[in-house]
C-alpha cells in the first residue's frame, strides 16, 4: 500500500479563496463515495489503507464521510493504493473511471460530471478528470456546454501505483488541471 502524499496545502493556490487547509491522514478507510449518483461505496487496496482529507477548518468528525465537521469545509480528498503490477493498475484505473461515467446523465436539477479530460505525464503516468457541474448548472440532464465546473474527481494512476482524487472546493477547468497535474507528479 502507497502512503504517498499527493497533494499538500499549497497545490490551492492563493486566489480561489479557501483559506488555510489543514490535512488529516486516515488509515484503514480505503473508500470514496459518490453516493449522490451511484450510492456505492469504491473500495481501492486493503485494511490500512491510507488516505488524506484536506479541510478548510481544524475541526473534524472521526467519522466517514466527511471528516470536516461542516460540509462546506471540505476541500479533496485523495485515496491512494498500489496493484501488484502495472498492467493491473491499469485496468483498475480504467474500471473506477467507468464507474463514474454514469453520472454524467441524471435528472435535471441534479449535480453530474462533465466531460473527461485526460493527461499525460509520461506514457504509464496518466490522469483522468471530470469537472462537476451543481444542480442549478444542469438544466438538459447534462453538464452545460461552455460553463466552469466547481471541482471534481479524478482517476490517476503512475506504474503500479493508483488512486481518486475528489475535489470539493469549487476550482474550475484550470485550477483543477493543476490540482489533478500536481497530485499525479506525487503518485
Not at 62 to 84: F, H, M
Request: proline letters at 9%; a negative charge.
Amino acid at each position: 500500500m502507497t502512503t504517498a502524499n499527493l497533494l499538500e496545502p499549497a497545490a490551492f493556490s492563493p486566489d480561489v479563496g479557501i483559506g488555510q487547509i489543514h490535512v488529516t491522514d486516515r488509515y484503514g478507510d480505503e473508500v470514496y463515495a459518490d453516493t449522490a449518483c451511484s450510492g456505492e461505496k469504491k473500495t481501492l487496496g486493503g485494511p490500512g489503507a491510507h488516505s488524506r482529507e484536506l479541510v478548510a477548518s481544524p475541526r473534524t468528525n472521526p467519522g466517514d464521510p466527511p471528516p470536516a465537521a461542516d460540509r462546506v469545509d471540505q476541500v479533496a480528498r485523495e485515496v491512494a493504493a498500489e496493484a501488484p503490477s502495472p498492467s493491473l493498475a491499469q485496468s483498475l484505473t480504467e474500471r473506477l473511471l467507468l464507474e463514474e461515467v454514469p453520472c454524467k446523465e441524471e435528472p435535471p436539477g441534479h449535480w453530474v460530471y462533465g466531460r473527461t479530460t485526460t493527461l499525460q505525464l509520461a506514457p504509464d503516468v496518466t490522469a483522468s478528470w471530470m469537472g462537476l457541474y451543481p444542480g442549478a448548472f444542469n438544466t438538459t440532464g447534462r453538464a452545460p456546454e461552455g460553463k466552469e465546473p466547481c471541482g471534481g474527481i479524478a482517476v490517476l494512476r503512475s506504474g503500479s501505483h493508483y488512486g481518486v482524487l475528489e475535489v470539493h472546493a469549487c476550482l474550475g477547468t484550470a485550477a483543477m488541471d493543476h490540482v489533478v497535474r500536481t497530485a499525479l507528479s506525487q503518485l
